[in-house]
């Protein structure tokens, strides 16, 4: 382990995220890991190429990884409740496509993943405290849209998540301890207006 910082790749890097096991980066247009790659046993201690270029956004979530690639979602890693969204719960160590294309903005939770599409919020996997934010408590294996407008940001979290549609921020899934932000803590299946304008991004622990 280390206390300070050291310097992993030394230049061209534009976009960085880190999961439970691994870690990935945008660099030149490539998106490039290191840790557990894939599922079970591919591991580096080094950075390899996963994805070879077109890479415009990347997010490591629990134990899966899902990057936009000119302008498709690619997911791989742990397929737990269906979260790569390929309509299986089959584990995948190389990158599945997912959504074909309009995709801007994708968000790895821990067992759930939500991407913006055209404007619209789409999310699918693991959904015990409602964390898709489709009104049930159903896991899903394919993208279900949960915000049909408006969506320029979204976080997903552990259990919860939240997401920017028209200024405005919308939060849903567990609230144990009041991390939707609506003054409760009881947990929601659709999504609850906890700020009505004036939001520019977001960012769910």
Known sequence: SRSTPVTVIASGVTAVSAGDYRTCAIVSGALRCWG??????TSSSSPVTVIASGVSAVSA???HTCAIVSGSLQCWGN???????DGTTVNRS???TVIASGVTTVSAGDSH???IVSLALKC???NDFGQLGDGTTVSRSTPVTVIASGVTDVSAGESHTCAIAAGALQCWGNNGAGQLGDGTTVSKSLPVTVISGGVKSVSVG
């Open 61 to 63: 979530g629990e134990k």
């Open 36 to 41: 557990l790659l894939g599922e079970y046993g």
């Open 79 to 85: 397929n737990f409740r269906g979260r790569l969204g």
């Open 94 to 96: 190389t990158p599945v």
């Open 113 to 115: 993943t939500c991407a």
């Open 124 to 126: 699918w996997g693991n």
